[in-house]
């Protein structure tokens, strides 16, 4: 079970890392997926900033979990964000069905629909499972061992920023080709 | 020395994150590179004549036992046959193999335009040079009910300066290649159907069938328009 519990931290901290570089990376259609969700009117540069802060706090709280495994503050964060993401599933699904979510940035195409929903549950499942209390031993990482993951979680970063960033610019020449 | 459980499952989440980031970045380069690769460096030059060429037929999903090596359409498997452009039959060739992704796209939009019927009037050929063990691996090529073959001479290859797959090919009912490019969408077909169909310089004008604008790659409608301005020009010098 404990073993379980870190996968599911670890897998966890990884997905926030990734969906949030890849917003990070076209956050223009992330600020257009986030006024979706807003139904009253909002200057844009207050959408765009609360886009920014969506996909920032993602960021900051899959690498703050992934390098800080024994800081128990995160796990309930992280559960929290998941809950939220039911949340914005939900509503999506109720208001805005079919539409893209852009819940990867350029990544993925997911939409809001009821597998949507589903993954947000699986999600918000895995954030529990993640809370489960593990012997400090099996956490305990020392500082080369938190600089090796912080690194390894820049490239992972930068591979998700570039690979969003192509794909987007790829999916906007067809668009405009078309 | 040790390593601390958390650091090897938190390594290979991020390794395994990692495979499919660059998994993801290698399809589009792949994809970005076959696509829009120039015409002049893909493709036989628009205006030529088509050569012709032999291969050997491959198996679907359509025919009994379904293997590769088995025939299409009932008949036997892998006989050679012969392809010769021309003959009053407008022909669309096109060079695809099952492991480039852009391939399938192609094939895909293939098929649906086949089901709709929107290849009447022309006669598809599939063409791979990979081995027929391959295509059970691409739904798209194993679905297909199109004519299939493999190469099975680098000259077809080289006449038809198959630098990249995929290359579609619109040749004429005289033989005369009227379009040739890479293509992955249903407007591209259309407009490759569409060219195919033109009729022959020799008759006249080029009437512009209802669709025919409606393709999405470039360098094929570029190579199409020049085809058109080629004609026209011609036109006007046999009209004085």
């Known amino acids: 079970m404990n073993l379980v519990a870190l996968a599911a ?17 076209d956050l223009a259609s992330f600020a257009a997926a986030v006024r979706l969700l807003l139904t009253f009117r909002v200057p844009r540069g207050a959408v765009r900033a609360a886009a920014l802060a969506v996909a920032l706090t993602e960021l900051v709280a899959g690498v703050a979990s992934l390098v800080l495994p024994s800081a128990g503050w995160i ?88 690979a969003a960033r192509a794909l987007g610019s790829a999916r906007k020449l067809e668009l405009e080709t078309s | 020395m040790r390593i601390p459980v958390y650091l090897a499952v938190a390594q290979w989440a991020l390794l395994l994150a990692l495979g499919v980031l660059v998994i993801l970045m290698f399809r589009q ?32 999903p359509g025919v009994p036992g379904g293997v590769p090596g088995g025939g299409r359409d009932g008949g036997p498997g892998g006989t050679a046959q012969s392809f010769q452009p021309g003959g009053g039959q407008a022909s669309l060739v096109a060079f695809v ?6 391939c399938e796209e192609l094939v895909t939009a293939l098929n649906a335009a086949d089901t709709d019927g929107e290849l009447t009037g022309t ?6 040079s990979e081995p027929p063990s391959y295509l059970q691996i691409s739904e798209p090529f194993r679905a297909t009910r199109l004519p299939l073959g493999q190469v099975q001479a680098d000259a077809t290859l ?9 290359l579609l090919v619109a040749i004429d009912g005289a033989g005369i290649v009227r379009a040739a490019g890479p293509a ?31 393709g999405h790659n470039p360098d094929m409608m570029t190579a199409i328009a020049g085809e058109e301005r080629s004609l026209a020009r011609k036109g006007e010098a046999a009209g004085g």
Do not use: W
């Open chain 1, 9 to 25: 931290k670890a897998g966890l901290a990884v997905m926030l890392l990734v969906a949030g570089s890849a917003k990070l990376a």
């Open chain 1, 75 to 162: 796990n309930p964060v992280v559960l929290a964000l998941a809950c939220g993401f039911v949340l914005v599933s939900g509503l999506g699904y109720l208001f805005h069905r079919g539409r893209s979510c852009r819940c990867f940035g350029a990544l993925s195409n997911r939409r809001f629909d009821l597998a949507g929903i589903a993954r947000s549950l699986a999600i918000a499942a895995t954030a529990a499972v993640a809370m489960v209390r593990v012997p400090p031993a099996m956490t305990g990482v020392g500082p080369g061992s938190r600089t090796l993951l912080l690194a390894s979680a820049a490239v992972v970063g930068l591979a998700a920023f570039s």
């Open chain 2, 29 to 60: 380069l792949g994809r970005h590179l076959t696509v829009t690769r120039s015409p002049a460096e893909l493709g036989p030059a628009v205006g030529s004549p088509a050569a012709g060429f032999e291969y050997v037929t491959l198996a679907g």
């Open chain 2, 97 to 102: 193999d099952p492991t480039c992704p852009a």
């Open chain 2, 123 to 128: 006669r598809p050929l599939l063409m791979v």
């Open chain 2, 158 to 166: 080289e006449a038809y300066r198959v630098s990249a797959t995929p």
């Open chain 2, 184 to 214: 992955t969408r249903r407007g591209d077909v259309r407009a490759f159907v569409t060219a195919s169909l033109l009729p022959a310089p020799d008759g006249g004008g080029l009437p512009v069938v209802s669709g025919a604008r409606d």
